[in-house]
């Protein structure tokens, strides 16, 4: 394979070339974030929720080494039941074409290959962060710095509560990312509400996070990424008590089991869904579905924007 070039998929290509709005979607959720079979029942209502509220689906994904924005049914099937989908950051993705695998794409990942192919809004879950013990680790997602050279708007339920919440704002801030709420002066923290932090900013519609977004490009000056953290209603929470006691259990459980590095995330979810016996998954599932249709709305006020600006 010579051909390393990044591929649309037709109606995401047919989309952008029309103006039309288009929101990004990660594939790791996928392949790695949740259980068979809800992976694949999931991602096909995240792309529903997309279509739903009058955008258009990109799941971005590796298939065979080759890149695609806009996975069809058959290459998002694969993805969810094959084994052996190697879990994608921006600095996998040549080595992984080269070596013509099957890759999900993490935060990291979309973000950038969805901001190299023209889309400007993006729906995850939780954004990855600083991890615990991090100081003698160094263990830090490299969704962080990524977005501080990534003009990409992400929708996300802030950071995922297994993370330090606190230093990766301090590193958000450090790193230039743009940081508002939807609704909220309060940090989200994944399967909770509130993180308990403050935010500087705040938004109240689509349409104030749209011209957010056209104030960055028209000023030139700032060419990171903007998150959009879009906390749960605190009656759709994972219960607090429940949360930090199955947190503590997780925990315990990395050291003993010595669980380091890309593993830690997807041990820890796993661990949440075993130990709530599914009470987390049907929060990340709500958190996820509630994200996709916010940035749907954003990425038609955004359209509608450049629709109605001067020539």
Known sequence: ???????????VADALRDGRPVVAL??????????????????RQIERAVREAGAVPATIGMIGGELVVGLDDAQLTRLATVDGVSKLSVRDLAVAA?????GATTVAATSAVAAAAGIGVFATGGLGGVHREAAQTFDESADLVTLARTPIAVVCAGVKSILDVGATLE?????????????????PG???TDAGFDLDWSVESPEQVADV???REQQGVHGGGLIVA???????QLDPALHDRTLAEGLARLGREGVTGKAVTPFLLAHFHSATEGASLAVNVRIILRNADLAARIAVAAAALRTDAPA
């Open 1 to 11: 394979m010579t051909n390393f070039h990044i591929r649309l998929g037709a109606e």
């Open 26 to 43: 990660e594939s790791t959720i996928v392949s790695h974030g949740l259980p068979r079979p809800d992976n694949l029942r999931v991602a």
């Open 98 to 102: 080269a070596s013509g695998a099957d």
């Open 171 to 187: 590193r958000l801030e450090t790193l230039g990312v743009g940081v508002v709420g939807y609704r909220t002066r309060r940090f």
């Open 190 to 192: 994944f399967y909770l």
């Open 213 to 215: 977004l056209a104030a």
């Open 230 to 236: 879009n906390p749960l209603p605190t009656d759709e």
